[in-house]
């Protein structure tokens, strides 16, 4: 489902212009996008958040989540950081949670902290975000299976969140950090909502041998294992779907070249 627009912004709220009495009225903003989200079913779930951006042409490296902006989630406790897929050549961007039966999750997509000692900052990304329930890939059956038969039901809360640095920041800690927040129309026009899942489908590996789909098996764990968490290798698995998706796997030798060549594992 589409959720709603998203701007991330770190820069000043005007422009400078070499007038010294500007400066103090033009502080830097620090903005991000935050969404809120329960998971109102009696299983735990994984979603996939995608953000689609506007880029300019040609390609400006401050108008792209490339290198400019993390993933943060957490459910009650610590920010855990999440693997933000896409390149300075993408359009889409997209990343994956769980969300235990029941529970409420806070996902975050803030600018890198990096950015915030740029005393003329011109970051300024925006663009629109998707929530879907894809089909997750079972190793034994060599399959996507849905996650759920019918609907899910979430309750959803999207947000711009953001900050005013002191101009002397960072060097100077003791000015105004003015926080401001606004919430974002969401695209449904409700809190309440019903997410389709992507329903099951198949490789075109049905007809391999028992050794082959083994060896296959192995080179999937084997790539997996190298993932930071068990967060991570659900990622993984999610951008699996995607890749399937956009190369249609129909021999081994493409799930091997595929798993080996393209999966990026955080």
Same mark, same amino acid.
Do not use: H, W
């Given at each position: 489902?589409?959720?709603?627009?998203? /701007?991330?912004?770190?820069? +000043?709220?005007? @422009?400078?212009?070499? %007038?010294?009495? $500007?400066?103090?009225? !033009?502080?830097? =903003?620090?903005?991000?996008?935050?969404?809120?989200?329960?998971?109102?079913?009696?299983?735990?779930?994984?979603?996939?958040? /995608?953000?689609?951006?506007? +880029?300019?042409? @040609?390609?400006?490296? %401050?108008?792209? $989540?490339?290198?400019? !902006?993390?993933? =943060?989630?957490?459910?009650?406790?610590?920010?855990?950081?999440?693997?933000?897929?896409?390149?300075?050549?993408?359009?889409?961007?997209?990343?994956?949670?769980?969300?235990?039966?029941?529970?409420?999750?806070?996902?975050?997509?803030?600018?890198?902290?990096?950015?915030?000692?740029?005393?003329?900052?011109?970051?300024?990304?925006?663009?629109?975000?998707?929530?879907?329930?894809?089909?997750?890939?079972?190793?034994?059956?060599?399959?996507?299976?849905?996650?759920?038969?019918?609907?899910?039901?979430?309750?959803?809360?999207?947000?711009?969140?953001?900050?005013?640095?002191?101009?002397?920041?960072?060097?100077?800690?003791?000015?105004?950090?003015?926080?401001?927040?606004?919430?974002?129309?969401?695209?449904?026009?409700?809190?309440?909502?019903?997410?389709?899942?992507?329903?099951?489908?198949?490789?075109?590996?049905?007809?391999?041998?028992?050794?082959?789909?083994?060896?296959?098996?192995?080179?999937?764990?084997?790539?997996?294992?190298?993932?930071?968490?068990?967060?991570?290798?659900?990622?993984?698995?999610?951008?699996?779907?995607?890749?399937?998706?956009?190369?249609?796997?129909?021999?081994?030798?493409?799930?091997?070249?595929?798993?080996?060549?393209?999966?990026?594992?955080?």
């Amino acid at each position: 489902m589409e959720l709603s627009t998203f /701007e991330i912004l770190v820069k +000043r709220i005007a @422009p400078l212009n070499g %007038d010294p009495s $500007l400066t103090a009225v !033009a502080r830097r =903003v620090v903005q991000g996008y935050f969404l809120t989200l329960s998971n109102l079913e009696a299983i735990d779930l994984t979603y996939q958040l /995608e953000f689609f951006i506007s +880029r300019p042409n @040609p390609v400006d490296p %401050d108008r792209t $989540l490339d290198g400019r !902006a993390d993933v =943060v989630y957490d459910i009650a406790g610590a920010n855990n950081p999440l693997f933000l897929y896409g390149g300075s050549g993408s359009s889409r961007f997209a990343t994956s949670f769980t969300v235990p039966a029941g529970q409420t999750i806070s996902v975050q997509l803030l600018p890198k902290p990096f950015l915030f000692s740029d005393m003329n900052p011109d970051v300024e990304v925006r663009g629109y975000a998707v929530l879907t329930l894809p089909a997750l890939f079972d190793i034994n059956s060599f399959s996507f299976k849905a996650q759920s038969n019918k609907s899910v039901r979430v309750l959803i809360n999207p947000e711009m969140r953001g900050t005013f640095l002191p101009n002397g920041y960072p060097d100077l800690l003791d000015g105004d950090f003015d926080q401001i927040d606004y919430p974002l129309a969401i695209a449904s026009g409700k809190g309440l909502n019903a997410i389709e899942p992507e329903p099951s489908f198949l490789l075109g590996l049905n007809s391999i041998t028992p050794a082959v789909r083994e060896s296959l098996k192995q080179q999937l764990n084997a790539r997996l294992a190298t993932a930071s968490n068990a967060q991570a290798q659900v990622q993984a698995l999610v951008e699996f779907g995607d890749l399937v998706r956009k190369n249609p796997i129909t021999s081994p030798q493409n799930f091997s070249d595929l798993i080996n060549n393209e999966l990026k594992v955080p």
